[in-house]
């Protein structure tokens, strides 16, 4: 059978003009985040392409064509996924609470048998769809102030209590932040953002006292001063500070960190790689990394702020806050400004599970770009 059987005409050429539409220089970025990684991995491991570089520019060579396919399905068909998505995470949430396999004293992951899954990365874009989608079909005055606001702080809840219970303190604070990011800025009142950030200082102390597992509380209360336990608590964050201060303005040079090399760093190649960056790479490493993120939020940002539907404009800003968090909350943990919760530098930390969702995540961001002349129809069957 011909290909032009197979595809007609039209077909094609809606293809390459969808294909024309993805913004390249979000791949690019995206490129060289992950190909520095890929550097700082080699560096990592001794000058070797395993156990880590090489399967992580495998990962996203893979990821990144998931990305470009993503793209080209229509924001109507992410608009009908959207509930679907967010209960089949839900859905696993649950199950990993009953059944879920054990690790390292925590119970994150879900066997199937064929393969081993993080159903908590599944809802960090599940979320994300299912709060556009609620908040395309709701009134401007409802978004601002109504009890339909039960409705996304439940959709925020459930699953962040879930993972909280694993225990994955790290994950569930980057679902809250997200959840909030996307009623703020669905409209929510100024008053009620108020009220909630006070509520939430107040709630702090004895959620930390009496709800945080052991170790947990040990972490937040140690990073405020971890010459208290340098041995025990305090040495991740302890560590980290000498690798970004002995790489100066410009790095030991490449290979030369002995933070990581003499494996004084811990989990140099995933929660930590951007201490190893500070102290090969110094200050101009880092600052350039940062600027390379800078720039894919910056550019995600634009892409929801050109949609034309609610739901894509939310997708697009939900999806660059969670990249946002990561950034943020990986480099203050890294700098000694936040306690340590086992949230990686996106694309440039090791891991397969997280890169997964970060391309997903961008491939949603890209059909927003691709489709965003597109009408999404309300509940009520209205175009918004």
Known sequence: MTASALTRPGERDRLIVKFGQIDWALCVLLSLIAGAGGVMLYSIAGSSWTPWAADHLIRFSIFFGLMIVLALIDIRVWFALAYPVYG????????????????????????LGFVRIQPSEIMKVGLVL??????????AKDARFSWKL???????GMPALLVAHQPDLGTAILLSATGAAIVVLAGLDWRVILTGVVGAAVAVPP?????????????????LNPENDPSGAGYHTLQAKIALGSGGLLGKGYGLGSQSQLNFLPEK??????????????????VSILILY???????????????????R????????????????NGAMVMGLAPVVGV??????????????????FGLVQAVRVHRYSEVTSGKGTLV
Request: proline content about 2%.
């Open 88 to 111: 089949m995470g839900l859905l696993m949430l649950i199950a990993v609470a009953l059944v879920g396999e054990v690790s390292l004293g925590a119970q994150r992951w879900l066997h």
């Open 344 to 361: 990686p530098m996106p694309l440039l930390s090791y891991g397969g599970t997280v890169m997964l969702t970060v391309m997903v995540g």
């Open 150 to 156: 039960l409705i996304p702080a439940g959709l925020i």
């Open 294 to 312: 800078a720039a894919v939020i910056f550019i995600a940002l634009r892409i929801a702020a050109t949609a034309h539907s609610h739901f894509g």
């Open 207 to 223: 959620f930390i006292m009496f709800v945080m597992k052991d170790y947990q509380r040990d972490r937040i209360l140690t990073f």
């Open 130 to 139: 299912a709060l556009a989608r609620f908040y395309h079909g709701v009134s």
């Open 269 to 286: 190649q995933t929660d930590f790689i951007f201490a190893t960056l500070a102290e090969e790479f110094g200050f101009v490493g880092c």
């Open 314 to 329: 939310l997708c697009a800003a939900g999806i660059t806050a969670t990249f946002t968090l990561y950034v943020l909350i």
